[in-house]
Nanobody, 125 residues
Framework: VQLQASGGGLVQAGGSLRLSCAAS????????IGWFRQAPGKEREVVAA????????DYAASVKGRFTISRDNAKNTVYLQMNSLKPADTAVYYC???????????????????WGQGTLVTVSS
């Protein structure tokens, strides 16, 4: 699976952005997908994850109620809709695929075996 994240940019606090993660490869629809982020000087952290079918999602407490993860398997794409953005959301955002058929939705970075390049999100105050 090859992943390409896009949609980052500069936005004011309170604004919205939608990130996309486009995938190639026939295993996309059988992979759980996660979004992660890494702020300058900080460790990478999980943001949200979605199951293979899209029927189950999970969110980090810091983004719950503001971010929504979704997927369109026909388009091989996963989205992260980010609303009510805060300066603390500034980071490089990465998408990743967990191709293990036994996996469901995971917040463990070690579960993800394919990673895309990041897309930078900057939220100004």
């Amino acid at each position: 699976v090859q992943l390409q994240a896009s949609g980052g940019g500069l936005v004011q606090a309170g604004g919205s952005l939608r990130l996309s993660c486009a995938a190639s490869g026939r295993t996309f629809s059988s992979s759980a997908i996660g979004w992660f982020r890494q702020a300058p000087g900080k460790e990478r952290e999980v943001v949200a994850a979605i199951s293979r079918s899209g029927g189950t999602t999970d969110y980090a407490a810091s983004v719950k109620g503001r971010f929504t993860i979704s997927r369109d398997n026909a388009k091989n794409t996963v989205y992260l809709q980010m609303n009510s953005l805060k300066p603390a959301d500034t980071a490089v955002y990465y998408c990743a695929a967990d191709t293990n058929p036994s996996s469901y939705v995971s917040f463990r970075m070690s579960a993800y075996d394919y990673w895309g390049q990041g897309t930078l999100v900057t939220v100004s105050s």
